[in-house]
């Protein structure tokens, strides 16, 4: 312990020797110290022990909002009080200097004479671009080294510009701001944390960063359509309703449980691409592509044929509606007419959203989902007109498909092929999903 620190508990020790021959008189009396005395003793050894933990964070944060220096305080004036009462109220001066130095010890030797640092919290800047660290404590420290792990691995070791040269309500503390980028190599997991480490001088203190600010790279992406339906004059004579259009929607963040959409990653930065295409290869919608910074989507509206051109996406989900010019109060959003498609024609179409990220939130490699849908007429009397010349009381459906063109093309040529052979071998069982009696008959 430090030598001025050694004097001022000699000098406790004395004063309270004197204390204690003014108290003995009363004392031998008594035969003993009364029983308040020695209660306001336990309480006043409390409130010493308590003192040198007055840079403590973690007692603070238990006793939080009130300030954990209150409490050492309030112990101190309650056994001054009992002691005071106990001894008849004697020599008072002699009393409050032994509580003043019984109170400044550890203060003194724990914040001028110690050095010790704890990080207390990280912020996260406005661009999400720095993570900020708050160091409190007390150190002469010019620089500190820093050193940053991911899953346990050094990612990032560097010596910094610090000092403990600013103070607030709660004490005196220091900055470090590190920037993401220098060494992010990962989405933040349970079993993936990144844990900062701050030496300066003779003390060090290690950190667990928030993983919601190190989540930046895209696992999962789905897309989706929905169909906007007109009747009447919406349609045709012939039809008595038909598409107008389709809402498309993207969702991209991080992968979640089975089929629910991804979870959304509000400080990823991302382009994502989106294209509706017939099965004949025609595009019939062509998404501009969509710019993701901080959680701001923007894309080229079109002057209005692709909605406002601007969305917030990853705060309260990683859904990002991609807008048309109309709006379709059902769908609750706004679809992109037919006739502004490439092509209008019947039949399979696939709905394609890829999304792609720079170094170091990936390695670029495109994440891409791509959703099926066929779009075909329904109804009319197909019974005595089977090439449907004059179709009365028709309708134009729009549904969801499991599989692509080309597999469902396989599927119906297997199929046809599997009814031929099943013929020709007189067998009326040799249909595609059946592959075991196709390989007994052709044995």
């Given at each position: 312990?430090?030598?001025?620190?050694?004097?001022?508990?000699?000098?406790?020790?004395?004063?309270?020797?004197?204390?204690?021959?003014?108290?003995?008189?009363?004392?031998?009396?008594?035969?003993?110290?009364?029983?308040?005395?020695?209660?306001?003793?336990?309480?006043?050894?409390?409130?010493?022990?308590?003192?040198?933990?007055?840079?403590?964070?973690?007692?603070?944060?238990?006793?939080?909002?009130?300030?954990?220096?209150?409490?050492?305080?309030?112990?101190?004036?309650?056994?001054?009080?009992?002691?005071?009462?106990?001894?008849?109220?004697?020599?008072?001066?002699?009393?409050?200097?032994?509580?003043?130095?019984?109170?400044?010890?550890?203060?003194?030797?724990?914040?001028?004479?110690?050095?010790?640092?704890?990080?207390?919290?990280?912020?996260?800047?406005?661009?999400?671009?720095?993570?900020?660290?708050?160091?409190?404590?007390?150190?002469?420290?010019?620089?500190?080294?820093?050193?940053?792990?991911?899953?346990?691995?050094?990612?990032?070791?560097?010596?910094?510009?610090?000092?403990?040269?600013?103070?607030?309500?709660?004490?005196?503390?220091?900055?470090?701001?590190?920037?993401?980028?220098?060494?992010?190599?990962?989405?933040?997991?349970s079993s993936d944390d990144y844990v900062v480490t701050v030496s300066?001088?003779?003390?060090?203190?290690?950190?667990?960063?928030?993983?919601?600010?190190?989540?930046?790279?895209?696992?999962?992406?789905?897309?989706?359509?929905?169909?906007?339906?007109?009747?009447?004059?919406?349609?045709?004579?012939?039809?008595?309703?038909?598409?107008?259009?389709?809402?498309?929607?993207?969702?991209?963040?991080?992968?979640?449980?089975?089929?629910?959409?991804?979870?959304?990653?509000?400080?990823?930065?991302?382009?994502?691409?989106?294209?509706?295409?017939?099965?004949?290869?025609?595009?019939?919608?062509?998404?501009?592509?969509?710019?993701?910074?901080?959680?701001?989507?923007?894309?080229?509206?079109?002057?209005?044929?692709?909605?406002?051109?601007?969305?917030?996406?990853?705060?309260?989900?990683?859904?990002?509606?991609?807008?048309?010019?109309?709006?379709?109060?059902?769908?609750?959003?706004?679809?992109?007419?037919?006739?502004?498609?490439?092509?209008?024609?019947?039949?399979?179409?696939?709905?394609?959203?890829?999304?792609?990220?720079?170094?170091?939130?990936?390695?670029?490699?495109?994440?891409?989902?791509?959703?099926?849908?066929?779009?075909?007429?329904?109804?009319?009397?197909?019974?005595?007109?089977?090439?449907?010349?004059?179709?009365?009381?028709?309708?134009?459906?729009?549904?969801?498909?499991?599989?692509?063109?080309?597999?469902?093309?396989?599927?119906?040529?297997?199929?046809?092929?599997?009814?031929?052979?099943?013929?020709?071998?007189?067998?009326?069982?040799?249909?595609?999903?059946?592959?075991?009696?196709?390989?007994?008959m052709l044995k």
């Open positions: 312990m430090d030598t001025l620190v050694k004097s001022k508990m000699e000098f406790f020790v004395h004063l309270c020797c004197i204390l204690l021959e003014e108290v003995q008189p009363i004392a031998s009396k008594k035969f003993e110290l009364p029983l308040t005395v020695k209660i306001g003793a336990v309480v006043g050894f409390l409130a010493f022990v308590l003192m040198w933990f007055l840079d403590s964070y973690t007692l603070q944060d238990i006793v939080d909002p009130i300030p954990f220096g209150l409490i050492p305080l309030a112990l101190f004036a309650g056994s001054f009080y009992l002691v005071w009462n106990g001894i008849g109220r004697q020599k008072t001066v002699v009393l409050v200097i032994c509580y003043i130095m019984l109170a400044s010890v550890p203060y003194i030797a724990g914040m001028t004479f110690s050095e010790s640092i704890t990080i207390s919290e990280s912020e996260l800047s406005d661009d999400s671009s720095e993570i900020t660290l708050t160091i409190r404590g007390s150190s002469p420290a010019s620089s500190a080294d820093v050193s940053i792990t991911y899953g346990g691995e050094s990612v990032y070791e560097q010596n910094l510009p610090f000092s403990i040269d600013r103070s607030d309500g709660i004490g005196d503390y220091g900055e470090i701001s590190l920037t993401v980028s220098d060494w992010y190599s990962g989405n933040s997991h300066a001088g003779s003390s060090e203190a290690s950190f667990l960063l928030q993983s919601i600010h190190l989540q930046r790279t895209i696992d999962d992406v789905k897309s989706a359509t929905a169909a906007s339906i007109g009747t009447g004059a919406d349609c045709d004579s012939s039809k008595d309703s038909c598409v107008i259009g389709v809402a498309l929607t993207a969702w991209a963040g991080l992968d979640a449980i089975g089929s629910n959409p991804p979870g959304g990653l509000p400080y990823a930065d991302y382009t994502l691409d989106a294209n509706l295409v017939h099965e004949s290869g025609t595009v019939a919608i062509s998404y501009p592509t969509v710019t993701v910074v901080n959680g701001l989507a923007q894309w080229d509206s079109g002057n209005g044929q692709y909605g406002g051109g601007s969305a917030n996406v990853g705060a309260e989900g990683s859904q990002l509606p991609l807008e048309g010019s109309v709006d379709d109060f059902n769908l609750n959003t706004r679809y992109i007419p037919i006739e502004d498609w490439g092509t209008d024609e019947y039949g399979c179409y696939e709905f394609t959203v890829s999304v792609t990220q720079s170094s170091p939130w990936s390695d670029g490699t495109a994440v891409t989902y791509t959703s099926f849908y066929d779009y075909e007429e329904q109804g009319g009397d197909q019974e005595n007109d089977p090439n449907n010349t004059n179709p009365q009381d028709t309708e134009e459906a729009w549904t969801v498909a499991s599989a692509s063109k080309n597999w469902r093309a396989a599927v119906s040529s297997f199929s046809r092929h599997g009814r031929v052979l099943g013929s020709l071998m007189g067998s009326p069982l040799a249909e595609f999903g059946d592959t075991s009696k196709t390989a007994e």
